[in-house]
Nanobody, 122 residues
Framework: QVQLVESGGGLVQAGGSLRLSCAAP????????MGWDRQAPGRQREPVAL???????NYADSVQGRFTLSRDNAETTVYLQMTSLKPEDTAVYYC????????????????WGQGTQVTVSS
């Protein structure tokens, strides 16, 4: 199964910063959107940030103004810059990518990374 490759998680004090990276293998073409979800212990997975092919970004209210999602020119790698981190940002962060393939019809496929732990201490 094809997976996205994540890096950049770790332990940081409250108020600190981390940058997560996520790369899609070249075997995944026609990527439409890429983004990050997160899942804290005992909680459901929630979307954090998303970027479209056109560069439009969307953020969860809880991270708006603190997190910035960007994409490289090849549109196969995304970077989540996280600043002013809070203990409630502690979670496993999962990268995702949506592929749209148009042949006899329109087919959408979703890919995920293995997850990277972000821990923010108070």
């Amino acid at each position: 199964q094809v997976q996205l490759v994540e890096s950049g998680g770790g332990l940081v004090q409250a108020g600190g910063s981390l940058r997560l990276s996520c790369a899609a293998p070249r075997t995944i073409f026609s990527i439409n959107t890429m983004g990050w979800d997160r899942q804290a212990p005992g909680r459901q997975r929630e979307p954090v940030a998303l970027i479209t092919t056109g560069g439009t970004t969307n953020y969860a209210d809880s991270v708006q103004g603190r997190f910035t999602l960007s994409r490289d020119n090849a549109e196969t790698t995304v970077y989540l810059q996280m600043t002013s981190l809070k203990p409630e940002d502690t979670a496993v962060y999962y990268c995702n990518a949506e592929q749209v393939v148009v042949t006899t019809g329109v087919y959408e496929y979703e890919y995920w990374g293995q997850g990277t732990q972000v821990t923010v201490s108070s």
